[in-house]
């Protein structure tokens, strides 16, 4: 069993509208896989219903997570246990820090692990990996004294996703829709971020529209997601040939 493992996911919106129809994958640590979908074919639903976002309900199916279900579990849990979810659209978090932010989920995460009790990261310790993961992913220095995502340009946004996500070093990281937004050169350093993440100790899941994300980070498996379904799954080779020829096969418009 993969230490993700979706097993027959379906996810319905708040009126009862199904939009995730039956998703069946395994992520496991050192795997990068791309889900590449249309707009509109319910990734992001995919993505929030991973999360344990409330107004995204699983109807059937589960989420197992190192073997246990967490398909219960409210998102702070999930994300305690090596969930991750980079998002496509991230929000502002006026009042708070990137720094203090960054902290605290740190320290949750710990208190978690530690069964409950008190476990605070050493300050020294949270300053040398912050500078440490800043510098790779070129955040400039001064962004971290500023309030979480509040009035960030498109690329800060998704580079202090994957800061977050460096910091937090989780299990699984799910990326919905990083690329969108990003010019070439930070699209590149959003990559390299990611790519020197994924190993013994963390795997991807890299939802995505386009292909071009795909040249930087490049996928093990490729699964096409189209009306809420993965109706082809394969290599990066799949990635190549939906870069060629679109969505149309599938019955979509490129
Ligand atoms: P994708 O990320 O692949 O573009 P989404 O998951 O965002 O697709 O959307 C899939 C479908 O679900 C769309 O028809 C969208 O309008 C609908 N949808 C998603 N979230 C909501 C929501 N919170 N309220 C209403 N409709 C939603
Ligand atoms: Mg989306």
């Not at 998703?23 to 074919?41: K, Y």
């Not at 208190?111 to 040398?128: C, L, M, N, T, W």
């Not at 994957?162 to 590149?188: H, N, W």
């Amino acid at each position: 069993m993969a230490s993700l493992e979706l097993e027959n996911l379906h996810v319905a919106l708040e009126d009862g509208t199904e939009i995730v129809k039956g998703v069946s994958l395994g992520v496991d640590p050192g795997e990068v896989h791309a889900v590449m979908g249309p707009n509109g074919s319910g990734k992001s639903t995919l993505a929030y219903a991973l999360m344990g976002h409330p107004a995204y309900g699983i109807t059937q199916g589960r989420i197992l997570l190192d073997g246990k279900d967490v398909t219960e579990l409210g998102a702070d849990e999930r994300a305690q246990r090596g969930l991750f979810l980079a998002f496509q659209y991230p929000h502002a978090v006026p009042g708070v820090t990137i720094t203090s932010f960054l902290r605290s989920a740190i320290n949750a995460k710990r208190k978690a692990a530690a069964g409950g009790k008190e476990d605070p990261v050493p300050i020294p310790e949270f300053r040398k990996d912050l500078t440490a993961a800043m510098e790779q992913l070129k955040v400039p220095r001064e962004l971290a004294q500023r309030y979480v995502n509040d009035g960030f340009s498109g690329g800060e946004k998704k580079r202090v996703e994957i800061l977050q996500m460096a910091m937090l070093k989780p299990r699984i990281g799910v990326l919905d829709e990083t690329d969108s937004g990003l010019d070439i050169d930070a699209l590149k350093i959003v990559a390299r971020g990611v790519n020197s993440l994924v190993g013994p100790e963390m795997g991807a899941l890299v939802i995505t529209h386009y292909a071009r994300l795909l040249h930087y980070i490049r996928p093990h498996h490729v699964h096409v997601f189209v009306g809420g379904r993965i109706v082809e799954s394969g290599g990066p080779e799949v990635a190549d040939k939906l870069e060629a020829e679109g969505y149309q096969e599938y019955g979509e418009a490129a």
